[in-house]
């Protein structure tokens, strides 16, 4: 078989795995439907000043929640269970087997891309049908290269993460301890016109408050051109080739211990 067809069945495998354990898969799909549902029950009604107009709280949590989606599908999902694997000793078992390194890989990165484009259809169908969030049309082409662009840099940084993890007990404490912060402060759960100067640069550094100014600049109705956020995007392909850099020079395949 080619190395392609492997990857698809890794691909086929990862799939298997992720949806036999039911309750995982369960809070991974509703969650973010949850926050959606529990940011709008708590600030729903209201509006919030975007460029080019007022828009409401729905139209600013459906991008957040949706950006969320992608980090925890390709960021958190990658960098803990990569590191879960390799501290069980499943990854040198894997390469034991006639399965190409770059196939195992490869299948893990592509399943869970294809869990955060399903995350995205889920959480833009659900804001459009019970919150009036229109769904992005002319800026369709930038909201498809933002969220492309977005799995390919935390994929790649996910698997970047795991070379800072040292054991499967420390990779959910390790894996938190980074993105949850990240989260709060980049624009996606909390809008931060109103947060002091040096807390705007300093998310302006990491490449969550990048990739979600690319998803509301998407989204935003006011939006006259093509929604492209270029700055943002040029941030995101430098952290991209990061994570790429870290992962190719440092990456382990077997625990430390």
Not at 38 to 50: E, K, R, T, Y
Not at 94 to 113: A, M
Not at 141 to 165: E, K, S
Request: aromatic share 12%; charged share 10%.
């Amino acid at each position: 078989m080619t190395a392609f067809r492997l990857t698809l069945r890794q691909v086929r495998y990862e799939n298997t795995i992720f949806w036999r354990s039911a309750i995982a898969a369960f809070f991974t799909v509703a969650f973010p439907l949850l926050l959606l549902v529990i940011f709008n029950m708590l600030f729903g009604g209201g509006q919030l000043s975007a460029e080019g107009g007022a828009i409401s709280i729905a139209t600013f949590y459906v991008p957040g929640i949706v950006g969320m989606a992608v980090i925890g599908a390709c960021f958190t999902n990658i960098a803990m269970g990569v590191a879960i694997s390799r501290d069980n000793g499943l990854l040198k078992r894997f390469r034991g087997t006639p399965l190409p390194s770059g196939s195992l890989l490869w299948g893990k990165i592509l399943h869970s891309t294809l869990l955060a484009l399903g995350l995205v259809a889920i959480v833009v169908a659900a804001g459009a049908l019970f919150y009036d969030v229109a769904v992005p049309s002319q800026t369709l082409p930038a909201l498809i290269v933002a969220l492309g662009l977005g799995a390919a840099t935390f994929c790649a940084l996910g698997v970047a993460m795991t070379v800072a993890i040292p054991s499967a007990d420390a990779a959910p404490a390790i894996v938190n301890a980074v993105v949850l912060p990240l989260l709060f402060v980049s624009d996606l759960f909390i809008p931060m016109h109103n947060a002091p100067e040096w807390l705007n640069v300093l998310a302006s550094v990491f490449p969550v408050r990048h990739f979600a100014q690319a998803l509301h600049t998407a989204f935003n109705p006011y939006e006259t051109g093509l929604g492209f956020a270029w700055l943002n995007l040029l941030a995101l392909a430098a952290w991209l080739a990061v994570g790429i850099v870290v992962a190719t020079r440092w990456f382990r395949w077997e625990s430390r211990r």
